[in-house]
């Protein structure tokens, strides 16, 4: 049991971390599973990167801003519980309003938390992804080379990892 899975609300159980919830003037709109969610906050405000957490908070919808709500007093500082009742007052009656997609801002927190040496969080969250999550999460382009090859301990298919135009070592495989 992962440290994060008491915290999951009942009602949302094992969905996936990044579900199509349908179309939308060709916009998806991408919801995230709040045990993974709740993870990647609480590592950022360990490392008080409360800009890169209000980031993430602002691409969530005002449903996963409430679920948030129910484990905020039991998981979070006092400053995130302050910019999550922030970010839940501006987002007002926007329910049905396309948010940012949460898989690039994961990605971006990824690529900081690895830069800066911190593999341990990185971990911490890969740990809470389900095999479609760390696939969708492999396929993005601007992913760190070194959170990639975490991936592969969380179930990425070496097949899925893409090339990169700028790796020499796939050139001279071609």
């Known amino acids: 049991m992962n440290r994060t899975s008491s915290l999951r609300n009942a009602s949302q159980g094992q969905a996936g971390f ?9 916009l998806r709109r991408i919801t995230v599973n709040q045990g993974a969610l709740v993870e990647t906050l609480i ?37 995130l519980i302050y910019s999550l009742e922030k970010q839940f007052k501006k987002t007002g009656d926007s329910a049905n309003k396309i948010k940012g997609v949460l898989l690039a801002e994961l990605m971006k927190i990824l690529n900081a938390w690895c830069k800066e040496g911190h593999r341990s969080a990185v971990r911490s969250v890969l740990m809470e992804l389900h095999a479609g999550e760390v696939v ?19 179930g990425l298919p070496y097949a899925v990892s893409p090339c990169r135009a700028d790796d020499s070592f796939c050139e001279e495989l071609s």
């Not at 990044?18 to 060709?26: A, H, L, W």
């Open 136 to 154: 969708a999460l492999g396929r993005m382009p601007d992913l760190d080379r070194e959170v990639q090859s975490m991936l592969h301990e969380y």
């Open 18 to 26: 990044f579900s199509d919830e349908g179309q939308n003037k060709g």
């Open 43 to 79: 590592q950022l405000s360990n490392f008080r990167h409360y800009a890169m957490a209000e980031s993430l908070l602002t691409g969530c919808t005002r449903e996963q801003l409430q679920a948030l709500f129910d484990v905020a007093e039991r998981a979070f500082s006092r400053r």
